[in-house]
């Protein structure tokens, strides 16, 4: 369905993140973001984290994207997002939205309601649980980890009918990750299991799907280039650690992002 | 005092864990909640921490265990755990307490009292001059590293008094750990000197007691089952990084507890 | 300029660390929080972290050196600065400031110029843009980052008119760091460009400033034995890691300041 050489799109997107070091601006969990801010460095961007209602509008408009993650949202928080996604909107700096553990408290529900409506987003990020959620569809999110109930769910049919409602870029990621526009549709088979015994893949995934999406107009290539990466690199780091646990496998999956390099991409790349 | 066979109980405990998937409520600090949500999928559990006071209750319902832990606390994260408190309390899920610093300034002891009046505890972890503290002794905590005056104390005397005075198992974290539920005692010799280089080791043990509390409703049984793995964990790493330093040695605890498996209980775990 | 045998003075201080093992208050950002503790316990020190306005007073009376980051501040925490910093002046305490992202948002600019006003700094640190930033020149900040715009800045002159302007010592970190207190200017030579490639290498050399600052009197010492030895540690990391990219590099990192010693200071140290 892709062209073949989509893999090379994803590797000369990349060479611009690093020539150009894009600000990404993340409101985002205390729980992933210190490996949020080292695998934007690793990737070749230039992350700033401010969630104070006093400046982030103002930081959201010196930046070339903005990642909100309601990982561990409050009342302060939500606030600043809604600042901040405004203030983006404005001037079409795209936002990217990672509805952590939709599903699972009132709280998080009305947020990511309140968001979707206050915010225009350009790419939405999620496990099959949240964005099934968000699509409207039944959905028993357990906690911040993808419901094994929800996998009946067609991810394919609920990553077209989210790109849809919300004239977005949806992507959700799983065993294989799904990316939708509505009209074009890719799968990426990269990645390995293990990236689920690691708190934070998902996050970092957002978080450089904003570097990505920084420095192309085609959120659809942001979503793949952020997917295909992430799914390389946990793959690499599978490699390089599986005698050793999860502590070494964390750090090699920031590892690989920062090694990553065109041949890499072009010979592990699976996106159809 | 103890069966011989105790470490096998452990590795049963661990196998239901890794079976059971239990998730584990955290409303923690924000110095080491990575690691927390890292050695809690490293153990088989599913972490989630939320400390909105909006949707505190919500989360603490459908987790099997809730661990609360004062080490970065404030007005609005105490209001929360006593809300997530007694909502786990209403339903019978087992509230881990880990009082970081208490006896380190009058509002870490307020918040602790204030925390123990309100919610009823099922294990209470903390080092020597914190229990000391909630024991009602004098303590000299400095910070949140264990105070060398409060060494003189007797731990067993102190974990056996907290026990009674709450009703609740009694951890006390040191060269030798002491767990009592006022009936039964137990002394773990596992772990290693250097586990009081990396920060976190103390929060990743409430952690893991609370993945354990999770499965069992023996909380003498899981404050063990926590500590020895921990521990076991602790000497591994140390092993494996003697000469590297602490940084890889703090992984080194996650890929141990990762990598824990029936055999290393049994041959290595040293509980009387 | 300076004497030979300045590596002996950071060499001893380091044994002063290690034996004193001084209480360190951190109010810092969320982002790099786990790697600040783990350094300070890493050189030797004992780490606390305590942000609530309830208790910030208390510990910081109890420390021995205060230290503040901005790098995610709120309302709620930059009220605790202040009153921490005060009670820190009130008892002769050392306050370490590091203005992250000064000149970046009004936010940022208000409350650096506010903490300045209220609080008598003994070290301030940061990189050009920053400490432009507060010495009223054009600063052109571009996130937390340094703008390389301000790289025509020169940082002597800037370190000593911030060092008169606020009586205080100012260090300002970069290819070659500059340490001046107005009479004094030292330039330390260590380090290695990967550094700006993870996050927090900033945020942990302010936080060691702060534990050699709570063993000496002399505040311009207590900057160049931390920027000597993070220098140091940077490049033993990056010997050690070079290969295998920014994840190992950050670990690696810590590990070389537990390891750090007398004599990797007086072979390593570039001090001038």
Known sequence: MLPKNFSLDVANLLAIVRQTKPLVHNITNYVTVNDVANILLAIGASPIMADAKEEAADIASISKALVLNIGTLNERTVESMILAGKAANERNI????????????????????????????????????????????????????????????????????????????????????????????????NGHPQMSKVTGTGCMSSAITGAFAATTNDMFLAGIAALTSMGIAGEIAYEKTQNLGTGSFRNAIIDSISCLDTNTILERGKIE
Chains 1, 2, 3 share one sequence.
């Open 94 to 189: 795209p936002v990217i939205f990672d509805p952590v553990g939709a599903g699972a408290s009132k709280f998080r529900n009305e947020v990511t309601n309140q968001i979707l409506e206050s915010v225009k987003i350009s790419i939405l990020r999620g496990n099959l649980s949240e964005i099934s959620f968000i699509a409207g569809l039944q959905s028993s999110t357990k906690g911040v980890d993808v419901s094994e109930a929800d996998l009946s769910n067609d991810a394919e049919s609920v990553a077209n009918l989210v790109a849809k409602k919300f004239n977005c870029t949806a992507v959700i990621t799983g065993k294989v990750d799904i990316i939708s526009d509505s009209k074009r549709l890719a799968k990426i088979s």
